[in-house]
């Protein structure tokens, strides 16, 4: 029977019995792992929306990279990692290189395939080590932190709980709003249901809030139908990556910081999951995939993946190899079937997922050397410009521009690692180039 159904095959292929584990225990391992990252199916296809993909075709974009990205790791690393969109990551994408760099969705998409070539590059060679070591841990701090309340800004923003204000540039919005009190119902929910360790928590969450938002009269159910996934739109999307401003400055500036943003998160989460998961020598498979994964979003019509740190859920549930990524990336498959519903989600079902985030990611700034102002200061410098300039481009730059200036002004320059002057230097000349135009 083990025979007829692959059982044994599987064993062999991913040496199940090696790491300690059964194929029930990978299969539930998976299916707990989808349960925590399914909601960034919804999540992730709003925010690609807002940079200008057609909201059904950003959909069938998330979930194929899900798809594509998850058995590709599954495969080549035999690691239970599970790749996806990268919250954050995808904010940098519509709303800095999109909306306030003004590049389009296409160029956009070019970027990320560029990045996963550079990243590519870095994942195949000892540069990964090199660069993750080069950058002081206050500045990756500080991006987490900044980007963290920029996520938080966005989700209170896209149903009016934040509202532009002419005196005081913003303010608390409208309580009559039916948008916005079921959005503070909602982030209440989100952060119970968090905090209480429900399983499958942001997803529960999602489903109650779009519950709630149908009550307040947001969501219209006329149009809801069972239907399959159509891909007619989408096949202007797939591989549709412009590199028409290959050649400007622009491009190759948000390409590099991308690039940063992407290679720094994935270094920092495929390393601790691999050692969460008994395995470190799975590391370096590990991190070549994700790289590929990268380049795989640009085609699909995506943000770049990250190793979520959902997947933590499958490895503390017993998920030792690959098979725990094969079986997420085909539930992702299967949610194909479920887009009419994921496109009446509301924004107030959303945007709840989006503060919890942010609150998350506001938890490093406990690894930033506070007693140290030369180390905690660049670092601040990241997490209040990137809101304020809503760009995650400008606080990365600003902040690692100040770290080596403060460094060497207080005869500490010493300190700075070789690689980070050339990337401060770097910035610096964008800065000057774009003051001179």
Wanted: proline share 4%; with cysteine.
């Amino acid at each position: 029977m083990n025979e007829l159904w692959g059982f044994t095959s599987m064993n062999k292929f991913f040496k199940l019995e090696q790491h300690g584990t059964t194929v029930w225990k990978e299969v539930m391992a998976g299916l707990i792992s989808f349960i925590t990252i399914v909601y960034i199916a919804a999540v992730n296809s709003a925010i690609m929306a807002d940079a200008g993909l057609p909201y059904e075709s950003a959909i069938i974009g998330t979930i194929l990279t899900c798809v594509a990205s998850c058995f590709l790791v599954g495969l080549w690393s035999n690691a239970p990692l599970i790749l996806a969109p990268g919250m954050g990551i995808n904010v940098m994408l519509a709303y800095t290189l999109v909306q306030k760099t003004g590049l389009s969705w296409q160029e956009a998409l070019a970027v990320v395939a560029v990045t996963g070539i550079l990243f590519m590059i870095i994942a195949f060679t000892p540069l990964a080590a090199s660069i993750s070591n080069a950058i002081p841990h206050s500045l990756k701090e500080g991006l987490t932190v900044g980007i963290g309340i920029l996520l938080t800004m966005i989700g209170l923003q896209k149903t009016g709980v934040i509202a532009a204000n002419k005196d005081t540039l913003v303010s608390l919005g409208s309580l009559s709003d039916p948008a916005v009190l079921a959005t503070m119902i909602g982030i209440i929910i989100t952060v119970t249901l968090f905090i209480r360790n429900i399983p499958g928590n942001i997803l529960i969450s999602i489903i109650i809030n779009t519950i709630i938002a149908f009550a307040f009269g947001l969501v219209d159910v006329s149009d809801v139908h069972w239907s399959v996934p159509s891909f007619g739109e989408y096949k202007h999307v797939f591989g549709s990556f412009s590199f028409s401003s290959i050649g400007s400055i622009t491009f190759w500036f948000a390409a590099f910081s991308l690039a940063m943003v992407v290679i720094f998160e994935n270094i920092g989460l495929v390393y601790s999951q691999t050692r969460l998961a008994e395995h470190p020598e799975k590391y370096k498979k590990g991190i070549q995939a994700t790289s590929i994964s990268v380049l795989l979003s640009g085609i699909f019509g995506s943000s770049p993946t990250v190793a979520t740190v959902e997947a933590t859920a499958g490895i503390a549930a017993g998920g030792r190899t690959g098979l725990t990524s094969i079986v997420t990336g085909f539930l992702f498959l299967l949610s194909l079937l479920i887009i009419p519903l994921i496109k009446v989600i509301p924004d107030s079902a959303i945007s709840p997922v989006l503060v919890l985030i942010g609150a998350l990611m506001l938890q490093s700034i406990r690894g930033i050397n506070l007693d140290d102002l030369t180390e905690s200061f660049p670092a601040f410098v990241i997490i209040v410009f990137i809101p304020l300039t809503y760009s995650i481009v400008d606080g990365l730059a600003l902040g690692f521009i100040t770290y080596p200036l403060i460094k060497l002004l207080t005869g500490r320059g010493k300190e700075v690692s070789a690689p980070l002057y050339i990337i401060a230097a770097l910035f610096l000349v964008n800065y000057i180039v774009q003051a001179m135009h």
